[in-house]
């Protein structure tokens, strides 16, 4: 067997700075973990709001509170996903105790993109089913406003569905199912 030639001192050097350089994204795990105790104050907040007069709300308004309340809910869920599936894709293994969710180590870069796609279009239906709803309020938005959202929000779900199929062809060529 022929033995491979030993690399410069520098080269070597060079690539364990390259591969250890992948704890510099951790920082950010943790700001998008900070941005995570944003959302829960946010939530609560939007709670505190409606709980109080809740007998006195009617049904338009406790489904619009409800709307953004599961805005909320999305992208928190979103943001726990990106940052777990992240660490574990690009950092280390995450070791615990804990219940690992079954989604953990089973996520590429291609499921996490597909997931924040699949959340961003679930998010800007719940946008527009909000100001649909405020149709004939005096808070109504204009019909041009409403026409080039409905635009934006085709937009992504386009995306989405090219994305996907990106993927699928993808998981084709290299004969998974």
Partial sequence: ?????AEPNWQVAIERA???SRWLVVPFYFGLLLSLAMLFVIFVKGL???LPKLVT???DTVILATLAL????LVANLVVIVVLASYEMMVSRIDTQAERPGW???LGFGDVKLKLFSSIVAISGIQL???FMGIGGPNAPAPETL???VIVHVTFVVSTLLSALSEWISAQAKGKK
Wanted: proline residues 4%; without cysteine.
């Fill in 129 to 131: 089913l909000k100001l």
């Fill in 18 to 20: 390259l591969f250890a």
């Fill in 104 to 106: 953990m180590g089973a």
């Fill in 1 to 5: 067997m022929e033995q491979k030639p």
């Fill in 48 to 50: 505190l709001t409606y």
């Fill in 70 to 73: 599961i805005d909320i809910a």
């Fill in 147 to 149: 026409f080039w959202l």
């Fill in 57 to 59: 709300l009617d049904l």
